[in-house]
């Protein structure tokens, strides 16, 4: 096999499509966001007959999914779900994660707490020894917005609101999005707990709580399957 041989777009289709093998068939599966998790929701639609539906993490998922023909469910109307599937801006060697670079990582959070096992996509360039390099996104109540910004700073990050068309980003949920860089996060559990307790937070981008259990990682080689 040709080490050059997958191009960015085939590795997430090689990686979307080896996460099929861990959708359970007659079992709702949870459904992540972004281009990665586009590829698995194009697979999962040749396994459409053998689920009963999704509960997704955002409402462009959802759209995809039903574009597909596969149902989508309340999160409410599921009490727990085999496996969830999405993808990961990081994730360092013990399966912990930042995610929401596609602004989704609140639904994601609550998905991901729903789910036995976080079975994480990705390409070989999100696997880190630290997390940290990418900017650490937080969704919160926009009046706490700059207070919270105050806060990182005082742990040596810099944080400022996402825009999109020079306004702020707003979210699924109504808030809006802080991405703090420069940031080490060495202890990802106790960072996690950590900011989840400050005021305005809604959800922190640290995914340590809710951890990968497997990680199937897009390579020159093919897909990899690490194990948490």
């Given at each position: 096999m040709s080490t050059t041989s997958y191009t960015q777009d085939e590795l997430k289709a090689l990686v979307g499509q080896a996460a099929l093998h861990y959708v359970v068939p007659g079992e709702i599966v949870g459904v992540g966001t972004g281009s990665t998790v586009n590829k698995f929701i194009d697979a999962l639609a040749s396994m459409r007959d053998q689920i009963p539906g999704a509960v997704s993490s955002s409402e462009a998922s959802t759209a995809r999914l039903k574009a597909l023909g596969i149902p989508v469910l309340d999160a409410n109307e599921v009490s727990s779900l085999s496996v969830y599937i999405d993808g990961a801006d990081e994730i360092d060697g013990k399966g912990y994660m930042i995610k929401g670079g596609g602004a989704a990582l609140t639904r994601e959070k609550i998905v991901?707490?729903?789910?036995?096992?976080?079975?994480?996509?990705?390409?070989?360039?999100?696997?880190?020894?630290?997390?940290?390099?990418?900017?650490?996104?937080?969704?919160?109540?926009?009046?706490?917005?700059?207070?919270?910004?105050?806060?990182?700073?005082?742990?040596?990050?810099?944080?400022?609101?996402?825009?999109?068309?020079?306004?702020?980003?707003?979210?699924?949920?109504?808030?809006?999005?802080?991405?703090?860089?420069?940031?080490?996060?060495?202890?990802?559990?106790?960072?996690e707990s950590e900011v989840n307790?400050?005021?305005?937070?809604?959800?922190?981008?640290?995914?340590?709580?809710?951890?990968?259990?497997?990680?199937?990682?897009?390579?020159?080689?093919?897909?990899?399957?690490?194990?948490?």
């Open positions: 991901a707490s729903l789910s036995k096992r976080f079975v994480c996509i990705a390409d070989e360039s999100k696997k880190v020894p630290v997390l940290g390099g990418f900017p650490l996104p937080v969704e919160v109540i926009p009046m706490a917005a700059q207070r919270i910004i105050r806060q990182f700073a005082a742990l040596g990050g810099e944080g400022s609101v996402r825009l999109k068309d020079g306004q702020p980003l707003i979210t699924d949920n109504g808030q809006v999005i802080v991405d703090v860089r420069g940031l080490k996060i060495a202890d990802p559990l106790a960072f307790q400050w005021p305005g937070v809604v959800t922190v981008g640290v995914f340590a709580h809710q951890k990968a259990a497997v990680c199937l990682l897009g390579t020159p080689r093919g897909v990899e399957t690490l194990t948490y």
